[in-house]
Protein backbone atom coordinates (compact mmCIF):
# COMPACT_ATOMS: atom_id res chain seq x y z
CA UNK A 1 0.00 0.00 0.00
CA UNK A 2 1.12 3.25 -1.42
CA UNK A 3 0.33 6.82 -0.44
CA UNK A 4 0.78 9.89 -2.86
CA UNK A 5 -0.84 13.14 -2.72
CA UNK A 6 -2.42 14.28 -6.35
CA UNK A 7 -1.02 17.46 -6.05
CA UNK A 8 1.78 19.22 -4.16
CA UNK A 9 0.79 20.73 -0.95
CA UNK A 10 3.34 23.27 -0.24
CA UNK A 11 4.25 24.65 3.13
CA UNK A 12 1.49 26.91 4.34
CA UNK A 13 2.06 30.87 5.46
CA UNK A 14 1.30 31.98 9.10
CA UNK A 15 -0.38 35.63 9.55
CA UNK A 16 2.38 37.70 11.38
CA UNK A 17 1.40 40.12 13.71
CA UNK A 18 0.18 43.41 12.39
CA UNK A 19 2.77 46.13 11.67
CA UNK A 20 5.54 46.12 9.42
CA UNK A 21 8.63 44.61 10.76
CA UNK A 22 11.98 44.16 9.52
CA UNK A 23 15.11 41.47 10.89
CA UNK A 24 18.31 42.15 9.60
CA UNK A 25 20.88 39.74 9.75
CA UNK A 26 24.41 40.15 8.40
CA UNK A 27 23.04 42.91 6.77
CA UNK A 28 20.69 41.39 4.71
CA UNK A 29 16.83 42.25 4.90
CA UNK A 30 14.54 39.22 5.25
CA UNK A 31 10.80 40.38 4.80
CA UNK A 32 8.21 39.09 7.11
CA UNK A 33 5.21 36.97 5.04
CA UNK A 34 2.54 38.94 3.65
CA UNK A 35 -0.58 38.52 5.73
CA UNK A 36 -4.35 38.67 5.23
CA UNK A 37 -4.17 42.62 6.11
CA UNK A 38 -1.70 42.91 3.20
CA UNK A 39 -3.74 41.28 0.21
CA UNK A 40 -6.73 43.51 1.54
CA UNK A 41 -4.74 46.36 1.21
CA UNK A 42 -3.32 45.77 -2.42
CA UNK A 43 -6.88 44.53 -3.50
CA UNK A 44 -9.10 47.01 -1.95
CA UNK A 45 -10.69 44.66 0.11
CA UNK A 46 -11.60 44.63 3.73
CA UNK A 47 -10.01 41.36 5.28
CA UNK A 48 -13.22 39.82 5.92
CA UNK A 49 -13.69 39.84 2.19
CA UNK A 50 -10.19 37.70 1.94
CA UNK A 51 -11.27 35.55 4.26
CA UNK A 52 -14.39 34.41 2.37
CA UNK A 53 -11.88 33.97 -0.83
CA UNK A 54 -9.46 31.66 1.07
CA UNK A 55 -12.35 29.76 2.50
CA UNK A 56 -13.80 29.39 -1.27
CA UNK A 57 -17.67 31.78 0.04
CA UNK A 58 -20.24 31.95 -2.90
CA UNK A 59 -20.77 35.32 -1.30
CA UNK A 60 -18.22 37.23 -3.18
CA UNK A 61 -18.56 38.62 -7.00
CA UNK A 62 -16.25 36.72 -9.44
CA UNK A 63 -14.56 40.56 -10.09
CA UNK A 64 -13.34 40.95 -6.65
CA UNK A 65 -12.77 37.33 -6.08
CA UNK A 66 -9.98 37.82 -9.11
CA UNK A 67 -8.80 41.03 -7.50
CA UNK A 68 -8.13 38.93 -4.36
CA UNK A 69 -6.35 36.23 -5.89
CA UNK A 70 -4.19 38.28 -8.15
CA UNK A 71 -2.99 40.14 -4.71
CA UNK A 72 -2.61 36.70 -2.94
CA UNK A 73 0.07 35.43 -5.86
CA UNK A 74 1.01 39.06 -6.40
CA UNK A 75 2.00 38.79 -2.67
CA UNK A 76 2.92 34.97 -2.44
CA UNK A 77 0.08 35.09 0.22
CA UNK A 78 -1.15 31.72 1.46
CA UNK A 79 -4.03 31.05 3.87
CA UNK A 80 -2.99 29.18 6.80
CA UNK A 81 -5.11 25.50 6.24
CA UNK A 82 -4.71 24.61 10.16
CA UNK A 83 -6.41 28.13 10.99
CA UNK A 84 -9.35 27.74 8.07
CA UNK A 85 -10.11 24.37 9.79
CA UNK A 86 -10.18 25.23 13.27
CA UNK A 87 -12.52 28.22 11.49
CA UNK A 88 -14.87 26.24 9.20
CA UNK A 89 -14.25 23.13 10.73
CA UNK A 90 -13.62 21.60 7.42
CA UNK A 91 -10.06 20.70 5.98
CA UNK A 92 -10.38 21.10 2.78
CA UNK A 93 -9.32 17.34 1.58
CA UNK A 94 -10.98 14.41 0.44
CA UNK A 95 -9.81 10.87 0.66
CA UNK A 96 -9.59 8.49 -1.65
CA UNK A 97 -9.30 4.89 -1.11
CA UNK A 98 -9.01 2.97 -4.48
CA UNK A 99 -6.79 0.23 -6.06
CA UNK A 100 -3.90 0.21 -8.25
CA UNK A 101 -3.37 2.98 -10.80
CA UNK A 102 -2.28 0.68 -13.46
CA UNK A 103 -5.79 0.84 -15.32
CA UNK A 104 -6.70 3.02 -17.69
CA UNK A 105 -10.17 3.20 -16.46
CA UNK A 106 -9.05 4.15 -12.51
CA UNK A 107 -6.76 7.16 -14.06
CA UNK A 108 -9.89 8.58 -15.81
CA UNK A 109 -12.26 7.91 -13.03
CA UNK A 110 -9.47 9.98 -10.57
CA UNK A 111 -8.59 12.82 -12.99
CA UNK A 112 -11.86 13.81 -12.86
CA UNK A 113 -12.32 13.80 -8.82
CA UNK A 114 -9.05 16.19 -8.80
CA UNK A 115 -10.59 18.64 -11.07
CA UNK A 116 -14.11 18.42 -9.11
CA UNK A 117 -12.28 18.82 -6.40
CA UNK A 118 -10.17 21.71 -7.76
CA UNK A 119 -12.84 23.37 -8.64
CA UNK A 120 -14.39 23.75 -4.92
CA UNK A 121 -10.55 24.04 -3.70
CA UNK A 122 -9.90 21.09 -2.19
CA UNK A 123 -7.10 18.55 -2.18
CA UNK A 124 -7.04 14.79 -2.49
CA UNK A 125 -5.02 12.69 0.00
CA UNK A 126 -4.49 9.38 -2.18
CA UNK A 127 -4.21 5.56 -0.58
CA UNK A 128 -3.61 2.97 -3.65
CA UNK A 129 -3.75 -0.22 -2.70
CA UNK A 130 -1.96 -3.20 -5.12
CA UNK A 131 -3.30 -6.26 -3.44
CA UNK A 132 -6.37 -5.16 -1.70
CA UNK A 133 -7.93 -7.38 1.21
CA UNK A 134 -10.05 -7.29 4.25
CA UNK A 135 -7.08 -6.31 6.37
CA UNK A 136 -5.72 -3.80 3.86
CA UNK A 137 -8.80 -2.01 3.22
CA UNK A 138 -9.70 -1.61 6.80
CA UNK A 139 -6.10 -0.21 7.60
CA UNK A 140 -6.18 2.11 4.42
CA UNK A 141 -10.06 3.51 5.78
CA UNK A 142 -8.42 3.72 9.02
CA UNK A 143 -6.05 5.71 8.10
CA UNK A 144 -7.94 8.05 6.24
CA UNK A 145 -10.57 8.22 8.91
CA UNK A 146 -7.52 9.76 11.35
CA UNK A 147 -6.28 12.19 8.27
CA UNK A 148 -7.58 15.87 8.54
CA UNK A 149 -10.14 15.08 5.20
CA UNK A 150 -13.85 15.72 5.18
CA UNK A 151 -14.90 13.19 3.13
CA UNK A 152 -13.83 9.48 1.50
CA UNK A 153 -14.40 8.02 -2.01
CA UNK A 154 -13.97 4.73 -2.11
CA UNK A 155 -12.65 3.47 -5.85
CA UNK A 156 -12.81 -0.60 -5.03
CA UNK A 157 -14.72 -3.54 -7.03
CA UNK A 158 -13.16 -6.57 -5.08
CA UNK A 159 -15.51 -8.78 -3.39
CA UNK A 160 -13.85 -7.58 -0.11
CA UNK A 161 -16.18 -4.82 0.35
CA UNK A 162 -19.10 -6.61 1.73
CA UNK A 163 -17.10 -8.49 4.25
CA UNK A 164 -18.69 -7.41 7.75
CA UNK A 165 -15.13 -6.84 9.09
CA UNK A 166 -14.85 -3.84 7.19
CA UNK A 167 -16.05 -1.03 8.92
CA UNK A 168 -16.82 2.53 6.68
CA UNK A 169 -16.11 6.10 9.05
CA UNK A 170 -19.01 7.35 10.47
CA UNK A 171 -18.06 10.90 11.24
CA UNK A 172 -17.03 11.77 7.88
CA UNK A 173 -19.62 10.92 4.50
CA UNK A 174 -18.54 8.06 2.15
CA UNK A 175 -19.42 7.50 -1.41
CA UNK A 176 -18.24 4.87 -3.29
CA UNK A 177 -17.31 4.51 -6.75
CA UNK A 178 -17.14 1.13 -9.65
CA UNK A 179 -19.33 -1.26 -6.86
CA UNK A 180 -22.68 -2.07 -6.22
CA UNK A 181 -21.59 -4.39 -3.21
CA UNK A 182 -22.41 -1.69 -0.47
CA UNK A 183 -26.03 -0.88 -1.10
CA UNK A 184 -25.49 0.85 2.19
CA UNK A 185 -24.16 3.78 0.68
CA UNK A 186 -24.41 6.11 -2.51
CA UNK A 187 -22.93 4.63 -4.87
CA UNK A 188 -21.75 5.37 -8.53
CA UNK A 189 -21.35 2.39 -11.22
CA UNK A 190 -21.75 1.59 -14.90
CA UNK A 191 -24.42 -0.68 -16.22
CA UNK A 192 -21.80 -3.88 -16.50
CA UNK A 193 -24.76 -6.39 -17.18
CA UNK A 194 -26.32 -3.83 -19.83
CA UNK A 195 -22.24 -3.64 -21.45
CA UNK A 196 -21.72 -7.18 -21.61
CA UNK A 197 -24.88 -7.97 -23.53
CA UNK A 198 -24.57 -4.92 -25.83
CA UNK A 199 -20.93 -6.85 -27.13
CA UNK A 200 -22.05 -10.09 -26.96
CA UNK A 201 -25.90 -9.34 -28.92
CA UNK A 202 -23.25 -7.41 -31.34
CA UNK A 203 -20.98 -10.31 -32.13
CA UNK A 204 -24.26 -13.14 -32.00
CA UNK A 205 -26.22 -10.53 -34.68
CA UNK A 206 -23.29 -10.66 -36.74
CA UNK A 207 -24.03 -14.54 -37.57
CA UNK A 208 -21.29 -15.84 -34.98
CA UNK A 209 -22.56 -19.48 -32.97
CA UNK A 210 -21.16 -18.35 -30.04
CA UNK A 211 -18.73 -16.03 -28.21
CA UNK A 212 -15.41 -16.81 -26.29
CA UNK A 213 -15.02 -14.45 -23.00
CA UNK A 214 -11.53 -13.31 -21.48
CA UNK A 215 -12.75 -12.69 -18.00
CA UNK A 216 -11.28 -9.86 -15.89
CA UNK A 217 -9.63 -10.87 -12.25
CA UNK A 218 -12.32 -13.74 -10.28
CA UNK A 219 -12.14 -10.75 -7.17
CA UNK A 220 -13.51 -7.93 -9.09
CA UNK A 221 -16.90 -7.44 -9.14
CA UNK A 222 -16.98 -6.03 -12.43
CA UNK A 223 -15.80 -8.57 -14.62
CA UNK A 224 -17.99 -10.94 -12.61
CA UNK A 225 -21.24 -9.36 -13.87
CA UNK A 226 -19.50 -8.63 -17.22
CA UNK A 227 -19.30 -12.68 -17.23
CA UNK A 228 -22.68 -13.50 -15.77
CA UNK A 229 -24.09 -11.39 -18.21
CA UNK A 230 -22.19 -12.80 -20.85
CA UNK A 231 -23.40 -16.10 -20.06
CA UNK A 232 -26.97 -15.45 -19.58
CA UNK A 233 -27.26 -13.86 -22.49
CA UNK A 234 -25.68 -17.15 -24.33
CA UNK A 235 -27.72 -19.48 -22.58
CA UNK A 236 -30.97 -17.89 -23.31
CA UNK A 237 -30.32 -17.57 -27.09
CA UNK A 238 -29.44 -21.39 -26.39
CA UNK A 239 -25.87 -20.94 -28.05
CA UNK A 240 -23.34 -22.99 -26.47
CA UNK A 241 -21.03 -21.70 -23.42
CA UNK A 242 -17.21 -21.61 -23.94
CA UNK A 243 -15.09 -21.94 -21.05
CA UNK A 244 -14.36 -18.61 -19.90
CA UNK A 245 -10.44 -17.58 -20.49
CA UNK A 246 -9.40 -15.43 -17.40
CA UNK A 247 -7.39 -12.49 -17.39
CA UNK A 248 -5.99 -10.17 -14.93
CA UNK A 249 -6.90 -6.37 -16.78
CA UNK A 250 -3.34 -6.36 -18.39
CA UNK A 251 -2.79 -6.61 -22.13
CA UNK A 252 -0.52 -9.55 -21.39
CA UNK A 253 -3.21 -11.83 -19.62
CA UNK A 254 -5.11 -10.80 -22.84
CA UNK A 255 -2.20 -12.06 -25.51
CA UNK A 256 -2.06 -15.07 -23.11
CA UNK A 257 -5.78 -15.75 -23.74
CA UNK A 258 -5.30 -14.70 -27.39
CA UNK A 259 -2.34 -17.67 -27.68
CA UNK A 260 -5.17 -20.18 -26.61
CA UNK A 261 -7.93 -18.23 -28.88
CA UNK A 262 -5.64 -18.15 -32.03
CA UNK A 263 -4.44 -22.03 -31.61
CA UNK A 264 -8.59 -22.99 -32.17
CA UNK A 265 -9.54 -22.36 -35.82
CA UNK A 266 -13.28 -22.80 -34.49
CA UNK A 267 -13.15 -19.45 -32.16
CA UNK A 268 -14.98 -16.82 -35.00
CA UNK A 269 -15.94 -14.06 -31.48
CA UNK A 270 -14.29 -12.91 -28.84
CA UNK A 271 -15.67 -10.25 -25.81
CA UNK A 272 -12.59 -9.66 -23.72
CA UNK A 273 -14.17 -7.70 -20.42
CA UNK A 274 -11.31 -4.74 -20.87
CA UNK A 275 -9.60 -3.09 -23.73
CA UNK A 276 -5.77 -3.48 -22.15
CA UNK A 277 -6.78 -7.67 -22.65
CA UNK A 278 -7.95 -6.83 -26.42
CA UNK A 279 -4.68 -5.47 -27.24
CA UNK A 280 -3.28 -8.59 -25.97
CA UNK A 281 -5.70 -10.45 -27.88
CA UNK A 282 -5.01 -8.80 -31.46
CA UNK A 283 -1.16 -9.71 -30.98
CA UNK A 284 -1.68 -12.75 -30.55
CA UNK A 285 -3.44 -12.99 -33.48
CA UNK A 286 -1.72 -11.08 -35.84
CA UNK A 287 1.55 -13.56 -34.68
CA UNK A 288 -0.72 -16.56 -36.02
CA UNK A 289 -1.65 -15.17 -38.82
CA UNK A 290 -5.56 -14.86 -37.70
CA UNK A 291 -7.07 -11.77 -39.48
CA UNK A 292 -9.55 -9.60 -37.67
CA UNK A 293 -12.36 -9.41 -38.26
CA UNK A 294 -12.18 -11.78 -41.29
CA UNK A 295 -11.22 -14.70 -38.99
CA UNK A 296 -12.09 -13.42 -35.38
CA UNK A 297 -14.09 -10.99 -34.15
CA UNK A 298 -13.42 -8.93 -31.06
CA UNK A 299 -15.20 -6.44 -28.95
CA UNK A 300 -13.34 -5.04 -26.05
CA UNK A 301 -14.87 -2.73 -22.93
CA UNK A 302 -14.15 0.85 -21.39
CA UNK A 303 -13.56 3.10 -24.31
CA UNK A 304 -10.38 3.87 -23.90
CA UNK A 305 -8.55 6.61 -25.84
CA UNK A 306 -6.11 4.26 -27.60
CA UNK A 307 -8.77 1.32 -28.47
CA UNK A 308 -9.52 4.01 -31.64
CA UNK A 309 -5.86 3.53 -32.53
CA UNK A 310 -5.43 -0.29 -32.33
CA UNK A 311 -5.56 -2.02 -35.64
CA UNK A 312 -7.85 -2.63 -36.50
CA UNK A 313 -9.72 0.20 -33.86
CA UNK A 314 -11.20 -2.09 -31.33
CA UNK A 315 -15.18 -1.90 -31.42
CA UNK A 316 -15.79 -1.76 -27.72
CA UNK A 317 -18.04 -1.22 -25.13
CA UNK A 318 -18.08 3.01 -23.33
CA UNK A 319 -18.51 3.35 -19.91
CA UNK A 320 -18.49 7.20 -18.71
CA UNK A 321 -15.26 7.07 -15.92
CA UNK A 322 -14.96 10.71 -16.00
CA UNK A 323 -18.91 11.11 -15.35
CA UNK A 324 -18.95 8.72 -12.41
CA UNK A 325 -15.59 10.37 -10.78
CA UNK A 326 -17.55 13.81 -11.19
CA UNK A 327 -21.04 12.17 -9.74
CA UNK A 328 -19.01 11.00 -6.68
CA UNK A 329 -17.69 14.22 -5.90
CA UNK A 330 -21.41 16.02 -6.38
CA UNK A 331 -23.08 13.29 -4.06
CA UNK A 332 -19.96 14.04 -1.90
CA UNK A 333 -19.65 17.51 -1.67
CA UNK A 334 -23.53 17.06 -1.15
CA UNK A 335 -23.46 15.57 1.86
CA UNK A 336 -20.22 17.51 3.18
CA UNK A 337 -22.65 20.34 3.46
CA UNK A 338 -25.49 18.82 4.96
CA UNK A 339 -27.63 17.57 2.00
CA UNK A 340 -29.06 14.45 2.64
CA UNK A 341 -27.86 11.88 0.28
CA UNK A 342 -29.70 8.92 0.13
CA UNK A 343 -27.73 5.43 0.19
CA UNK A 344 -28.07 3.23 -3.16
CA UNK A 345 -26.85 2.50 -6.32
CA UNK A 346 -26.72 5.54 -9.14
CA UNK A 347 -26.16 3.95 -12.65
CA UNK A 348 -24.16 5.19 -15.78
CA UNK A 349 -25.54 3.81 -18.92
CA UNK A 350 -23.05 2.30 -21.28
CA UNK A 351 -22.90 2.08 -25.17
CA UNK A 352 -21.58 0.33 -28.04
CA UNK A 353 -18.74 1.73 -29.98
CA UNK A 354 -18.63 -0.11 -33.37
CA UNK A 355 -15.43 0.10 -35.12
CA UNK A 356 -13.52 -2.26 -37.53
CA UNK A 357 -12.84 -5.07 -34.95
CA UNK A 358 -16.05 -6.73 -35.62
CA UNK A 359 -17.51 -8.46 -38.78
CA UNK A 360 -20.11 -11.07 -40.13
CA UNK A 361 -19.55 -14.32 -39.38
CA UNK A 362 -17.97 -16.51 -41.88
CA UNK A 363 -18.85 -20.13 -42.16
CA UNK A 364 -15.44 -22.83 -42.66
Known sequence: MNMAPIHDTSAETVDEPRGDRRRRSHGTMTARAASMSDVARLAGVSSQTVSRVSNNSDSVTTETRDRVVAAMNELGYRPNSAARALKSGRFHSIGVLMFTLETLGNIRTLDAIAVAAAEKGYSIDLISMLDPSTGTISTALSRLDEEAVDGIIVILETHELMESAIHFPTRIPVVIVDSQLRKDYPSVNADQEQGAALAVRHLL????????????????????????????????????????????????????????????????????????????????????????????????????????????????????????????????????????????????????????????????
Open 205 to 364: DLGHPTVWHVAGPESSNSASMREASWRNILQSEGRTVPPVLRGTWGADSGYRAGLEIAANPDISAVFTANDQMALGVLRALHEAGRRVPEDVSIVGFDNTEESAEYWPPLTTIHQDFAGAGAQAMSLLFDAIEGREVPSGVRTLSTDLVVRQSTGPYIAR
